[in-house]
């Protein structure tokens, strides 16, 4: 059995514990939106209870960070989050512009949620929720619905300016591309960080089995790298796609 059917087929202690507690009610609620589960038995697989564990995290930590902010004596917790806010709002004013600040929340929680679930498979016992394609196409279906309502919400009507062109002339043919470039959008966000991820963590756990000692810290390195550039990449274009729905220069 290959690496990648192990994660896919073994249970994970905490998908267990999930199982045991809200399997019934989990399934349930599937066959009730008509939804078959692949395991009646395992209604909740491994990278949903991953991202539920990941949520849980970032709430827990997000509470301990509120209870220790002090502007006296500020800890180094608090300088790590504050330097984390500062670089969200330096993409957000330097590229999103006027009225950026509105947007730092969602580009740190969005940050936040894809780095911990892009690290957390190099924990024993867990999986990185980001190495199975629902999850960045997850991500990538809320930064697409989210730019576009926020495009409609800041200019109303206007906004479809953005898909006609300048020249009515060929604005039929432009709509078209422009509908395929937007949602060419998603697949690029989705498959970019879903690859990343999902190749770090297969090269990480092969090194493991064949020479478990030494050589895999390289490549736990690299993957750590790896999973902060993709976080970048995901983040920046998520502030690209807001700077150009909130723009009325055409």
């Not at 969602?106 to 980001?130: D, E, K, Q, R, Y």
């Not at 997850?138 to 409609?152: K, N, P, S």
């Not at 879903?194 to 030494?214: E, H, Q, W």
């Amino acid at each position: 059995m290959t690496t990648a059917l192990i994660l896919a087929s073994a249970q994970l202690p905490f998908t267990a514990f999930l199982n045991r507690v809200l399997g019934g009610p989990a399934t349930a609620l599937l066959h009730a939106l008509h939804i078959q589960p692949a395991d009646p038995a395992m209604p909740i697989n491994n990278f949903v209870a991953m991202q539920i564990l990941v949520v849980i995290f970032l709430v827990a930590m997000f509470a301990f960070v509120r209870s220790q902010l002090s502007v006296e004596d500020p800890g180094a917790v608090q300088h790590v989050f504050e330097g984390i806010y500062n670089f969200a709002g330096g993409l957000a004013h330097g590229i999103i512009g006027h009225g950026g600040e509105k947007y730092i929340g969602f580009l740190m929680a969005l940050g936040m949620f894809i780095l911990t679930s892009n690290l957390m498979g190099l924990i024993p016992g867990f999986v990185s929720p980001t190495a199975s394609p629902t999850v960045p196409l997850g991500c990538a279906l809320c930064t697409w619905f989210f730019y576009h309502y926020e495009g409609i919400k800041h200019q109303g009507w206007h906004y479809i300016k953005q898909f006609t062109g300048p020249v009515i002339a060929i604005a039929p043919l432009m709509i078209v591309i422009e509908i395929v470039s937007h949602c060419a959008r998603i697949l690029s966000l989705t498959v970019r960080l879903y690859a990343n991820i999902f190749a770090g963590d297969m090269v990480t756990l092969a090194f493991f089995s064949l020479i478990p000692i030494g050589v895999p810290i390289i490549f736990m390195a690299l993957h750590i790298g790896v999973s902060f550039i993709q976080t970048y990449i995901f983040v920046l274009l998520a502030s690209v796609y807001l700077g150009g729905a909130l723009s009325e220069e055409h």
